[in-house]
Every structure is written in structure tokens, then in C-alpha cells.
């Protein structure tokens, strides 16, 4: 009896087929075979529904490739798979879950890699798109090493299939700003953040650049701040206030970000404003009348803001030598600029080792005691930075820093 029951459903068990790549998008989503008719399928135009292929695919081979860099739980397991998703795209969110948000995470921002962004694009369709296209960029980077915008071009199938699914994620970052829904604008500002480390990826740092600015407008827009607090810095991420941590979590990323462009992208002429009391003191961050730190992440937060202002501060005076200008009052504003920004490194170790001082040693957790550590060493590498520009004024204007 138990034979024959097992027979019947052998018999019963449906035959294995490999499913096809080819079928449209809409047949995919709502489950159905699609015939695969060139232009529109049949599937699609017999019921009045709109028809849509992928523009493009990862070629068959991509599986083995991915098989052989990542471990194989990687490549099989996505956390939720989206219906209107393609096989493509849910194996580059997987890496995008496993390997590529926890490495930004290692370089920058644990809480913005670990939690906000994967929430947001695990809800969001345009995020979504935009993760897939960075993990698509970021196996080919495990493949072939970074590259310069344009050395493989759209030619190469990793870079079509990512800037497909990142000119997908802006239609539909477009569509959902045309929404009243509140929550929009912290989408927009994770898709910015995930576009931001598409063109550094990329090699396309002048691209990277404008996203950059347009994320700090929109941190900017918040509660029309700025039409009131005008501001005083001409790089993008100076001067940056927020309102929940989570927008906190997001500025500071904008930040770090900010000090990565600023690595690769050619400043435009140096424009120093004249120094305020404002440049000059702690208390245009902090609430007035107070310099004291009172957590280990409101240092970090200060030390980028200013780390972001002596890249780019580095980086004009770089473009200044070797264009060989050497006007008096041009230097002599140079001069005062790094006089801030040492005065400003001086109070921030002052308020940083009080901070410190006020902590029980035997109390701090090993990360807090390495993050301690971790200021400290960046501090000093700031202020060797600067102490080298100023150094460098002193050599002749046909000098190049950059060598």
C-alpha cells in the first residue's frame, strides 16, 4: 500500500524545467508564462496591460563568477524577494545584504548601512534599484579592481545591467517625489547617499559631486533652516544641522562622503570668504556658550566636519601652486584659513580630552576605547596636514604640492 501510494506520487511530482530569463517583467509579476513575443507578449496586449522586457540582463556566466567570489549563501539567499523583480536583480540585493552594506558599513557609518538603508530599500522600489545597481558595481570591482569612469564603458555587462537599474531607481525616485507622503524626503536622501557610491564606484567623481550637493539642499530644505541661518563655508557638508538621529546618522555620512570627493575631485579656484568669530569657535556646531563634548559620537561628528574642510582647503591650494598664483592678498587669506582651522583642531583636543578625563577608564567598552584611539590618531594626522600647507607657503609658487 505504501509503495504503490509513493508511486502515485512519484508519478504526480511535476517535472523539473529551467525557468526562462526572457519573459517581460509583467508576466513575472503576476506569475504567469509569458511567450516571450518580441516587442509586447501576447500575454500582455490579449488583457490591455502594459508590456516591459528588461533592458538588459547579466550574462548566464554571472552565477559562476558571483560562485566563485562570494560564499555560496551569498549568492542564493535574498532576504525578500520583490515580485517585480527579476533573478538578476534579486541575486545583486542578496549581495547587496551580505557583502556590500556590511563593507560600507566597515568604511563608514554602521548605523546608516546596517539599518537605514537596508530597511528603506527593502520597502522602497527606487532605493531598491539603486542598491542593486551599487552591488552590481561592486562585483565587478571583486572582479576586476576599481576603474576610472569610461575605461570599460557601457560596453562591459556589469556597468550596462548597474546603470540600468540606477536610471530605474531615478524614474522612480521621480515618481515618488510627485507624492505628498512625508517620508519621501528620507528616501530621497538614502537613494542620493547609494547614488553618491555608484559614480565613486564608478570613477565618475564630478557626478558624485553634484549628488552630493543636491543631498545637502535636501537636508537643507528641512524646516526652512537656511533661509534664515545663511551659510558662511563654501563646500557642501560644512555646516550641516539635523533633526532625529536618524537624519544625524544620514548627515554624517553625507559628510565622510564629502571628504571622499574631495580625495579625487578638482576643487574649483580657491574663494575663501573673510574670517567671522564664527569660523573661529566651536560654538557655530554647539549650542552657544557651551565647547564641551558630551559623547564619543559628537566628537567623531565635529572631527569630520573639520577633516571635510581641510581636504577641500588642501585641495585649493593644491590647484592654486600649480596654477602659480601668488597674490599677496590671495595668501595672506590662505595664511588666516589655516590659522582657523589649527585653532579649531587645538579646541577640539581640548574638548576632547576633557571629554575623556570625565570617563572611568575600567568603565569603557573595547570599541569606545578604540574609537578613542581612532580620534586621537585622526587628529593628529589633521594637524600634520595642515602644518604641511603651511610649510608649503613658504616654497616657491612654481612648487606642486601634489608631489
Known amino acids: 500500500m505504501a509503495s504503490s501510494m509513493a508511486e502515485q506520487k512519484g508519478q ?42 528588461d533592458a538588459s540582463r547579466l550574462p548566464r556566466s554571472s552565477g559562476a563568477i558571483a560562485r566563485a567570489i562570494w560564499p555560496q549563501s551569498v549568492v542564493q539567499i535574498a532576504p525578500i524577494a520583490r515580485p517585480d523583480t527579476n533573478t538578476d536583480e534579486q541575486r545583486c540585493f542578496s549581495i547587496f545584504f551580505h557583502q556590500t552594506a556590511p563593507r ?41 579592481g576599481l576603474c576610472r ?16 537599474q540606477y536610471g ?38 564630478k557626478s558624485a559631486s553634484v549628488h552630493l550637493r543636491r ?60 574670517p567671522t568669530d564664527q569660523d573661529t569657535s566651536l560654538t557655530s556646531y554647539k549650542s552657544p556658550g557651551s565647547n564641551a563634548f558630551e559623547s564619543l559620537l559628537e566628537a567623531r561628528q565635529r572631527i569630520n566636519i573639520i577633516m571635510s574642510k581641510v581636504s577641500h582647503f588642501r585641495g585649493s591650494c593644491e590647484a592654486l601652486f600649480h ?19 589649527l585653532a579649531q583642531l587645538s579646541e577640539f583636543a581640548a574638548s576632547f580630552e576633557d571629554l575623556v578625563a570625565r570617563r572611568d577608564p575600567g568603565s569603557l567598552s573595547e ?15 589633521l594637524v600634520n596636514l595642515v602644518d604641511k600647507n603651511l610649510e608649503a607657503l613658504k616654497v616657491s609658487p612654481d612648487h606642486d604640492l601634489s608631489k
Not at 104 to 121: G, H, K, P, T
Not at 332 to 339: D, E, P, T, W, Y
Not at 367 to 381: F, G, T, V
Request: a neutral charge.
Open 12 to 53: 504526480r511530482q511535476r517535472q523539473f524545467r529551467h525557468r526562462s530569463r526572457n519573459g517581460c517583467r509583467t508576466c513575472r509579476a503576476r506569475h504567469v508564462k509569458c511567450d516571450e513575443t518580441s516587442g509586447a507578449c501576447n500575454q500582455c496586449t490579449s488583457t490591455g496591460r502594459h508590456c516591459e522586457y
Open 104 to 144: 560600507m558599513a566597515d568604511w563608514f557609518n554602521v548605523e546608516v548601512w546596517q539599518r537605514i538603508v537596508l530597511q528603506i530599500s527593502l520597502a522602497e522600489p527606487a532605493a531598491y534599484h539603486a542598491a542593486v545597481a551599487l552591488s552590481a558595481l561592486h562585483e565587478d570591482v571583486e572582479m576586476r
Open 149 to 164: 569612469a569610461g575605461q570599460h564603458g557601457m560596453h562591459d555587462s556589469h556597468h550596462l545591467f548597474a546603470f540600468t
Open 168 to 205: 530605474k531607481a531615478m524614474v522612480m525616485l521621480r515618481r515618488r517625489l510627485a507624492s505628498n507622503d512625508p517620508h519621501v524626503r528620507m528616501v530621497a536622501l538614502i537613494c542620493c547617499i547609494t547614488f553618491i557610491c555608484v559614480e565613486l564606484l564608478h570613477g565618475s567623481y
Open 215 to 274: 543631498g545637502v539642499q535636501l537636508v537643507e530644505q528641512r524646516d526652512g533652516y537656511w533661509r534664515h541661518h545663511p551659510r558662511q563655508d563654501s563646500h557642501p557638508t560644512a555646516q550641516l544641522r539635523y533633526g532625529s538621529a536618524t537624519e544625524a546618522a544620514l548627515v554624517q555620512a553625507f559628510m565622510v562622503l564629502d571628504i571622499q570627493i574631495a580625495q579625487y575631485e578638482q576643487p574649483d579656484p580657491l574663494t575663501l570668504e573673510q
Open 323 to 341: 596654477d602659480n598664483t601668488s597674490e599677496q592678498a590671495v595668501m595672506q587669506r590662505v595664511k588666516a584659513q589655516q590659522a582657523i582651522m
Open 367 to 381: 570599541e569606545e576605547s578604540r574609537n578613542i584611539a581612532l580620534l586621537r590618531l585622526q587628529h593628529l594626522s
